[in-house]
């Protein structure tokens, strides 16, 4: 069987080490001519070393065989281009299904590619919703859903809401791969991680913010109010700076910050668990942190 994933964010890139890890081991089992071939595409979505190229290293992810470089933009021209990247490389590698993961704009045109084309999409973290369409996520998780015909849900509430909207067909309950990862990943980070001793922080004695959403970053005066009140909290806080919040400063004309926030550039995943581990509260508007 050939499978061939698309990622392109930095979450993707951690849900798919662990299901790409777990293939040699399934192939060892499946026997001769039964086993799974995986090939990896990379839309580029997330494309700076920092947020791309760092996470494949530390989760030891095969290189892609295909990266189309798509890069930022709006969400329909992003989109686009990677539906229209996507094509070609379903065209020549004719997968037998297609993995697609979480909720990205990678995943949205991961989907839609492949429904085209007449090839199954199976879904990992499938039936997920915030009931807020104001959410660019919201759309893609919900299409990419009614696309697939294997839809692999966290939780039990997940495969509650497929059964609302009369999807039952290919739901399987099986757990959260983001907890796999942190079991797996967890104990090396400890052992060889030392953030902390380099930014100068102590075990509880700061707190970790992370920002990115649109809603969070697209408006000046949101970002000026959120940065005011992360500097009001009494606590240093550690910014790790996501390229759209970056951006998002620069134009709210942000030089000068909170003395008690403290950017610091993107950091490795096995960074992110040891700063998540040891922070006295965590302020975020990411899924993934919060898991």
Same mark, same amino acid.
């Given at each position: 069987?050939?499978?061939?994933?698309?990622?392109?964010?930095?979450?993707?890139?951690? +849900?798919?080490?662990?299901?790409?890890?777990?293939?040699?081991?399934?192939?060892?089992?499946?026997?001769?001519?039964?086993?799974?071939? $995986?090939?990896?595409?990379?839309?580029?979505?997330? !494309?700076?070393?920092?947020?791309?190229?760092?996470?494949?290293?530390? =989760?030891?992810?095969?290189?892609?065989?295909?990266?189309?470089?798509?890069?930022?933009?709006?969400?329909?021209?992003?989109?686009?281009?990677? %539906?229209?990247?996507?094509? &070609?490389?379903?065209? +020549?590698?004719?997968?037998?299904?297609?993995?697609?993961?979480?909720?990205? /704009?990678?995943?949205?045109?991961?989907?839609?590619?492949?429904? +085209?084309?007449?090839?199954?999409?199976?879904?990992?973290?499938?039936?997920?919703?915030? !009931? /807020?369409?104001?959410?660019?996520?919201?759309? /893609?998780?919900? &299409?990419?859903?009614?696309?697939?015909?294997?839809?692999?849900?966290?939780?039990?509430?997940? @495969?509650?809401?497929?059964?609302?909207?009369?999807?039952?067909?290919?739901?399987? %309950?099986?757990?959260?791969?983001?907890?796999?990862? %942190?079991?797996? /990943?967890?104990?090396?980070?400890?052992?060889?991680?030392?953030? =902390?001793?380099?930014?100068?922080?102590?075990?509880?004695? !700061?707190? =970790?913010?992370?920002?990115?959403?649109?809603?969070?970053?697209?408006?000046?005066?949101? &970002?000026?109010?959120?940065?005011?009140?992360?500097?009001?909290?009494?606590?240093?806080?550690?910014?790790?700076?996501?390229?759209?919040? +970056?951006?998002?400063? $620069?134009?709210?004309?942000?030089?000068? =910050?909170?003395?008690?926030?403290? &950017?610091?550039?993107?950091?490795?995943?096995?960074?992110?668990?040891? %700063?998540?581990?040891?922070?006295?509260?965590?302020?975020?508007?990411?899924?993934? @942190?919060?898991?």
């Amino acid at each position: 069987m050939k499978l061939l994933t698309v990622v392109g964010a930095r979450p993707q890139f951690i +849900k798919a080490a662990v299901v790409s890890r777990a293939i040699p081991a399934f192939n060892g089992r499946a026997g001769r001519g039964r086993g799974i071939h $995986e090939v990896l595409a990379h839309t580029g979505q997330h !494309y700076d070393d920092n947020m791309s190229a760092v996470f494949f290293q530390e =989760l030891k992810i095969p290189e892609p065989a295909y990266h189309l470089g798509i890069g930022s933009g709006p969400h329909g021209q992003q989109t686009g281009r990677m %539906l229209e990247g996507l094509e &070609v490389v379903m065209q +020549k590698e004719r997968p037998d299904m297609v993995l697609i993961y979480g909720d990205t /704009n990678s995943t949205l045109a991961g989907a839609l590619a492949a429904g +085209k084309l007449g090839i199954p999409v199976a879904h990992v973290e499938a039936g997920l919703r915030s !009931y /807020n369409r104001a959410m660019p996520e919201e759309t /893609n998780r919900v &299409v990419a859903d009614h696309l697939a015909a294997l839809l692999l849900c966290p939780t039990a509430r997940a @495969v509650k809401n497929l059964s609302c909207e009369g999807i039952v067909a290919g739901v399987h %309950l099986v757990g959260d791969v983001m907890h796999d990862s %942190l079991l797996y /990943n967890l104990e090396q980070a400890r052992r060889t991680v030392r953030i =902390l001793d380099r930014l100068g922080l102590r075990p509880r004695e !700061y707190g =970790l913010a992370t920002v990115h959403r649109a809603e969070n970053t697209d408006r000046p005066e949101t &970002v000026r109010a959120l940065f005011a009140a992360l500097g009001r909290i009494g606590l240093p806080i550690v910014v790790p700076l996501h390229p759209r919040t +970056k951006a998002a400063l $620069e134009a709210a004309g942000m030089a000068r =910050l909170p003395a008690t926030v403290r &950017v610091v550039p993107p950091v490795s995943y096995h960074e992110m668990l040891m %700063l998540e581990r040891s922070a006295r509260v965590i302020l975020t508007d990411s899924g993934g @942190v919060q898991k």
